[in-house]
């Protein structure tokens, strides 16, 4: 595998599965003198965005059971 001259690299489709990095995902990339690890950034953005989503649905009255069996085609 090569770097590209924009510092570039594909990572692998089944490490990107087994890592969890999907398009979008933050990373960090840390150097200890003789490794390069990149790991998946804690986002708080993430969080934030579940957040403010929260207790917003509207659901006709309808619990979570019956949305789920309707998804499912119950």
């Not at 490794?35 to 934030?48: D, H, I, L, P």
Request: glycine fraction near 10%; proline fraction near 3%.
């Amino acid at each position: 595998m090569r770097i590209t001259s924009k510092g570039q690299v594909t990572i692998p489709v089944d490490i990107r599965e087994k890592a969890g990095l999907l398009p979008h995902t933050d990373v960090e990339f840390r150097y200890d003198g003789n490794v390069v690890t990149v790991t998946r950034k804690a986002s708080s953005e993430g969080r934030r965005r579940v957040e403010r989503l929260r207790g917003t649905a509207r659901t006709g009255g309808l619990s979570t059971d019956q949305i789920m069996a309707m998804t499912r085609g119950e």
